[in-house]
């Protein structure tokens, strides 16, 4: 048998429903109170369009683009359900989020328990992942961040991919030197590898033969 979510299994005394049903409650209650209020919430279609009209009709020179390690399986259970708190009033909900966070991963019979992370590719992580990094990075960049810097910037997020457009390099410069001891706060750490300063947009300056590309959401631009 391969692994699967111990959390499917899950049985809610407090509303007596059957195996199976109480994360589909939870995706359903979390779906009402938080996705549908996120402030900065883009689909993956609108997050690109945004990026498109930004690139093209603002003074973009400089483009951040950042990976998250392992971001589902690093998420910290704690700072997670203070900020479902901040959005779910009912004890219950609360209740069954975080035995489904903890639930763990039975394979081939044994049970993992969970102490940080959620599974990868479920609704209900996918909203709780949201949320997360609403509270991060959403909500940090632009109380803090923005009004720090010299010039325009735009930080466009779907999940946990998400670029970074300056106007002029020193913010970006000065963006990347903090974000990372922003991220560990949280638990989480950027991909080394995958994570790079590109010159790009309508004013940047074009001295290569070949201009820098930017990867966002499985495309290329």
Known sequence: MGSHSAALQLRSHSYGYAPYVAPCIVTAHLARNIRFHLANYLGAHNA?????????????????????????????????LRFVEHRVGDPRILN????????????????????????QGGPVSVILSNLYLHYVLDLWFERKVKPCLKGEAWL??????????????????????????????????????????????????????????VYFLGFTH
């Open 48 to 80: 690109l369009s945004t990026f498109n009209e930004v690139v093209s009709g603002r003074k973009v020179s400089w483009v951040f683009e950042a990976d998250l390690k392992n971001f589902f399986g690093s998420l910290d259970h704690g700072w997670l």
């Open 156 to 213: 466009i997020r779907y999940v946990d991919d998400f670029v970074v457009c300056f106007q002029h390099r020193s913010d970006a410069e000065r963006f990347m030197n903090v974000l990372p001891r922003r991220l560990g706060k949280f638990g989480l750490k950027l991909e080394p590898d995958k994570t790079r300063l590109v010159e790009f947009g309508r004013f940047a300056h074009r001295q290569k033969k070949r201009p820098e590309t």
């Open 96 to 119: 069954l989020t975080r035995r489904w966070l903890k639930a763990g991963v039975m394979e081939t019979g044994d049970l993992h328990e969970s102490e940080e992370g959620t599974l």
